[in-house]
C-alpha cells in the first residue's frame, strides 16, 4: 500500500507540474552558466593583447589560462579539433613555447582580435535576453499544455467518480426487495430515472475520457516539440555566432604568429587547422549529452481512474474508442469523433499552408538587400515570421498528434486528412499560377483567354463531362434527390440531421469534399456527409423511367387529361430479361412502414410476385424505396406486351434523345425505344414541367 501510493504521488497532476517548473528552471540556469563561460573566453581572448607586450607576462599568462579548467579540454583527445576548448588549450601550450618578442603584432592582434572581442562580449548579452526571452514563452506554452492537461484529466476524474456512485446505486437499487409501503410502478418509475441517469453519467464520463486522452497526446506531441525544436532554437540564439567568432579570433591569432615568427610555421600552421575544425553543431550535441535535463524528457502517461475498466493505455486506443463507444453512446460517439478528424485535418492543412506561406516570406526576407536604415526593420519582420513559423509547426505537430491517436482508434482520418490536403494543394497551386501570371504577361494573357474560353463554352450552354473524375460517378446538376443509406445527427449548426431511407433533395456542393449541403421535405437546409446519401447514377434507367413517369402521372391526374398510356416493355439497360415492371393504375398510400406508396401511372418495378403470406401483395421498388403493395391496383407490363405484341422483343435497348427547346422551364422529351428486331417505336409524351437541371444524359440536337 505504501508503494502504491508513493507511485500515485509521483503520477498526480501537482507532482508533474512541479517537477516541469523544476526542469525548467534547471534548463535556465545551465543556460546562464553556458553563457558566462563563452562569456569569459571573450573576455580572455579580449585581454590576451598583453600576451603580446612582453615575453615573461606571455609566459605566465599562458600558464595561468592553461591552470583554468575548460568544459571538456582535458578529457578530449587533442586530435579531436572539433572542441573550441581543446582548440584553445592547444594554442595556449603553442604560445608558451615561442620565446621572442610580440610586440610587432601588437597593432594587428588589437584590430583583429581584442576589439571584435569586446563587441562579441555585448552582443552575448543581448542574445541571452533574447534567449530567456523566447525560452520563457515556450516554457510557458508547454506548461499551459500540461495545466490544459491536469484540467481534463479533474474532469474525467469527477465524471467517472459520478459514473461509478451511479452505478453503485443502481445495483444497490436492483438487490433491494419490494416494501410494503412501495407501489411496484413507483419503483419502476425509480428504476427508469435510475437508468437513464446511468446512461447519462456513462456517456460523460466516456467523453471526458476521450478529451483526457487527446489533450494527453497533445501535450506529449508539445513535449517533443519543445525538446526537439524549440529548445534547440534557444540554445542557437543564445550561442548566436560566438563559435564563428571564436573561430575569426583563433584563425588571427595563429595568422599573426605564422607572419611573425616564421620559426613557429609548423606549430601554429596545425592550430589554424585546428580552429577552421570548430564546429558548433559537436558542440550543442556535446552540451546535451552532458546535461541530461536538455534531453527528451518521457512521454506523460495516461492516468485512469481507479473504477476505470479500462486500466491499459495501448488497449484502450485499439478497442476501446472503437468497441465501447459503440455500446455505451451509440452511432453518435462514432459522429463525434469523425468530427474530431475532420476538424483536426483541417487544421494540420491550414497549418501546413500557412508554414509553406512562412518559410516563403523567409526566403524573401533573405535575398532582400538590407541597409543600415531598414536592417533593424528587416530583422523584426524575419523574427515575427520564425516565431509564426514556429508556432505552426507546433500547432501541427500537436494536430497530427491527435490524428495519430484518432487513427489508431479506426477512425477514418485519411479521409479527411486527404480532403483537406487536397483543397490547400489546390489553393497553393493557384496562388503560384497567380504569383507566375503578376511577373509574366505572357501567361497572364494565356490565362485571361482560357477564361474567355470559359464564359463563352458557358454562354453557349456547353458543359463538359467530368464523371469521369467523381468518385461515385454521378451527375453534379443540381438540385438531385436521393435517398438517405445511414442516418446522421447534426453536430454543427450548419448541419442537417437525416435518418435512413429518407429522401433529400441536393442543392450544392459542400464547403469541404465529401459533403455536400441538402434540403428536407420540411424545408430545412443544412451540410450531409455525401456518403451517407445513394446519388442516382448518370446511366441508371430505372430513375429515369420512374421520374419520367411520376412527373407525368402528376401531370395527368392535374389536368384530367385523356391521352393514351404508355406501354414499356420489361427490360433493362443490359438487357437483363429478369428485370420486370408494372404501372400503377390507380394512387395508392401504404397502410404499414413495410408498404409501398405510389402515385397513378408511376412505373414500378417489380421484385417478387411471391411473398411469405401470399395474400395477393407484390414487393416492388419504386423512387428507391422497397416495399409491397396490392397486385390488383398496377398492371403488368409483361403480361401488356406480350399480349399486345408477341414479336416485340422483351431485351429491348432503350435510349434518350432529349430535344432542348428552351421555352423558361419547359421542354419536349422523346423516349426512343428501339426492339430487338430492328423496329423503332416513337411514343411522344406531352411537355412537362421539369427542372432544367434534370438527372438524366442530355444531348444537343438541332432545333427543328
Not at 451540410?527 to 419520367?548: G, I, T
Amino acid at each position: 500500500n505504501g508503494q502504491l501510493e508513493t507511485q500515485r504521488d509521483q503520477l498526480s497532476p501537482v507532482r508533474v507540474t512541479q517537477e516541469l517548473k523544476h526542469t525548467h528552471a534547471e534548463q535556465m540556469s545551465r543556460l546562464h552558466v553556458k553563457h558566462q563561460t563563452e562569456c569569459d573566453l571573450l573576455e580572455d581572448l579580449r585581454s590576451s593583447l598583453l600576451l603580446f607586450l612582453l615575453f615573461q607576462a606571455l609566459q605566465k599568462l599562458a600558464n595561468q589560462y592553461l591552470k583554468r579548467e575548460w568544459p571538456d579540454s582535458l578529457t578530449e583527445e587533442q586530435t579531436d579539433h572539433r572542441n573550441m576548448y581543446c582548440v584553445w588549450r592547444a594554442y595556449l601550450e603553442g604560445t608558451i613555447q615561442v620565446t621572442q618578442s610580440r610586440i610587432s603584432a601588437c597593432d594587428n592582434y588589437k584590430v583583429q582580435v581584442a576589439d571584435p572581442a569586446k563587441m562579441g562580449r555585448l552582443q552575448k548579452e543581448q542574445q541571452l535576453r533574447k534567449c530567456i526571452e523566447q525560452l520563457t514563452v515556450v516554457q510557458a506554452e508547454l506548461q499551459g499544455s500540461v495545466k490544459e492537461l491536469t484540467k481534463s484529466r479533474k474532469k474525467y476524474q469527477e465524471a467517472e467518480t459520478m459514473a461509478q456512485a451511479v452505478r453503485e446505486k443502481a445495483e444497490l437499487d436492483a438487490k433491494s426487495k419490494l416494501s410494503l409501503f412501495q407501489s411496484r410502478s413507483s419503483l419502476q418509475r425509480a428504476s427508469v430515472k435510475l437508468k437513464a441517469k446511468r446512461s447519462e453519467c456513462n456517456s460523460k464520463a466516456t467523453h471526458a475520457r476521450n478529451d483526457y486522452l487527446l489533450m494527453l497526446a497533445a501535450a506529449n506531441a508539445h513535449q517533443q516539440r519543445y525538446y526537439d525544436t524549440d529548445l534547440m532554437d534557444c540554445i542557437k540564439v543564445l550561442d548566436g555566432k560566438i563559435y564563428e567568432q571564436v573561430k575569426d579570433y583563433l584563425v588571427s591569432l595563429c595568422q599573426t604568429e605564422l607572419e611573425t615568427y616564421e620559426a613557429v610555421h609548423n606549430t601554429f600552421n596545425q592550430l589554424l587547422n585546428s580552429s577552421n575544425g570548430v564546429l558548433q553543431e559537436f558542440h550543442q550535441q556535446q552540451f546535451v549529452q552532458k546535461n541530461l535535463m536538455f534531453q527528451q524528457a518521457p512521454d506523460f502517461l495516461y492516468q485512469p481512474s481507479d473504477s476505470d475498466t479500462v486500466n491499459d493505455y495501448l488497449f484502450f486506443i485499439t478497442t476501446v474508442l472503437v468497441m465501447q463507444l459503440q455500446k455505451e453512446s451509440g452511432t453518435s460517439e462514432e459522429h463525434s469523433l469523425d468530427k474530431e478528424a475532420r476538424k483536426w485535418a483541417s487544421r494540420v492543412a491550414r497549418e501546413y499552408k500557412s508554414i509553406i506561406h512562412t518559410q516563403r516570406a523567409l526566403e524573401d526576407y533573405g535575398t532582400q538587400e538590407s541597409s543600415e536604415q531598414n536592417n533593424s526593420e528587416l530583422e523584426t519582420k524575419m523574427e515575427v515570421a520564425k516565431r509564426s513559423l514556429r508556432r505552426a509547426e507546433t500547432v501541427k505537430v500537436k494536430a497530427e498528434a491527435r490524428l495519430d491517436l484518432l487513427r489508431q482508434a479506426g477512425v477514418a482520418v485519411e479521409t479527411w486528412l486527404k480532403s483537406a490536403m487536397n483543397q490547400v494543394m489546390e489553393e497553393l497551386e493557384n496562388e503560384r499560377w497567380n504569383n507566375l501570371n503578376t511577373h509574366d504577361p505572357s501567361l497572364s494573357g494565356t490565362a485571361d483567354l482560357e477564361r474567355e474560353d470559359e464564359e463563352e463554352m458557358e454562354d453557349s450552354g456547353e458543359v463538359l463531362d467530368d464523371s469521369s473524375s467523381s468518385p461515385s460517378s454521378t451527375l453534379k446538376n443540381y438540385p438531385l434527390t436521393c435517398k438517405v443509406l445511414y442516418s446522421y445527427k447534426a453536430s454543427q449548426p450548419d448541419e442537417l440531421t437525416i435518418e435512413e431511407q429518407e429522401i433529400l433533395e441536393v442543392i450544392d456542393d459542400g464547403d469541404m469534399e465529401d459533403w455536400v449541403k441538402a434540403r428536407n421535405r420540411s424545408g430545412q437546409v443544412g451540410y450531409v456527409p455525401e456518403k451517407y446519401l445513394q446519388l442516382p447514377s448518370s446511366n441508371s434507367l430505372l430513375s429515369m423511367l420512374q421520374a419520367l413517369a411520376a412527373l407525368d402521372a402528376r401531370s395527368h391526374s392535374s389536368s384530367n387529361s385523356t391521352e393514351p398510356e404508355t406501354e414499356l416493355p420489361t427490360g433493362s439497360v443490359n438487357g437483363d430479361s429478369s428485370v420486370s415492371f408494372a404501372k400503377a393504375l390507380y394512387d395508392y398510400a401504404g397502410q404499414t412502414e413495410d408498404e409501398l406508396s405510389f402515385p397513378e401511372g408511376a412505373i414500378i418495378r417489380i421484385l417478387s410476385r411471391e411473398t411469405h403470406e401470399d395474400d395477393g401483395f407484390w414487393e416492388g421498388e419504386f423512387n428507391g424505396v422497397v416495399g409491397v403493395f396490392p397486385a390488383v391496383l398496377v398492371e403488368d407490363l409483361a403480361g401488356a406486351s406480350e399480349n399486345g405484341d408477341g414479336q416485340r422483343d422483351v431485351n429491348a435497348q432503350v435510349s434518350f434523345a432529349f430535344g432542348l427547346i428552351h421555352d423558361y422551364y419547359t421542354y419536349t422529351i422523346l423516349i426512343t425505344i428501339t426492339p430487338s428486331k430492328n423496329k423503332s417505336l416513337f411514343i411522344p409524351l406531352k411537355k412537362l414541367k421539369i427542372s432544367p437541371h434534370f438527372n438524366g444524359s442530355i444531348m444537343r440536337v438541332p432545333k427543328c
